[in-house]
C-alpha cells in the first residue's frame, strides 16, 4: 500500500490550500482516511478524518470550520481544503489509511491507521 501526499506550500496568514492524497495497493473505497499534522518539535496530532463511505467526516477543534475533508473513490484519493489559515496551522501533513475495513467510525488516533504518507510541508507566514 502506498501514499502520496502533495500539495504542501507557503501561503500567507487567512490564505487556502488543497492538499491530495493518492492510495494505491488497497481498495480505497473499503477504507477510512484521516490527516494527521506535526509541528516542529511537537507530537502528531489529529486534524481530520472521513469514513470508507464518505458519510462522515470528523475534525479537530482547531480546524473545525476551516477545513474541509473530502474523498474521490474514482481516483482513490482524499483532500483537506484548508482555508482561513493560520501560523499554528504550519506542520508537516500526513494522510493515513484506516487499518480496519469498513469501520463505522471515524478513526481519530494514529495507533487505528497502518499505512502512511511521506508528509507534505504547510507554512504559513504573516
Known amino acids: 500500500v502506498q501514499l502520496q501526499a502533495s500539495g504542501g506550500g507557503l501561503v500567507q496568514a487567512g490564505g487556502s490550500l488543497r492538499l491530495s492524497c493518492a492510495v494505491s495497493?488497497?481498495?480505497?473505497?473499503?477504507?477510512?482516511m484521516g490527516w494527521f499534522r506535526q509541528a516542529s518539535g511537537k507530537e502528531r496530532e489529529f486534524v481530520a478524518a472521513?469514513?470508507?463511505?464518505?458519510?462522515?467526516?470528523y475534525y479537530a477543534d482547531s480546524v473545525k470550520g476551516r477545513f474541509t475533508i473530502s474523498r474521490d473513490n474514482a481516483k482513490s484519493t482524499v483532500y483537506p481544503q484548508m482555508n482561513s489559515l493560520k501560523l499554528e496551522d504550519t506542520a508537516v501533513y500526513f494522510c493515513?489509511?484506516?487499518?480496519?475495513?469498513?469501520?463505522?467510525?471515524?478513526?481519530?488516533?494514529?495507533?487505528?491507521?497502518?499505512?502512511w504518507g511521506q508528509g507534505t510541508l504547510v507554512t504559513v507566514s504573516s
Open positions: 472521513i469514513s470508507w463511505s464518505g458519510g462522515i467526516t
Open positions: 493515513g489509511t484506516d487499518s480496519v475495513r469498513s469501520r463505522t467510525i471515524v478513526a481519530r488516533t494514529t495507533k487505528l491507521y497502518d499505512y
Open positions: 495497493g488497497r481498495t480505497f473505497s473499503s477504507y477510512g
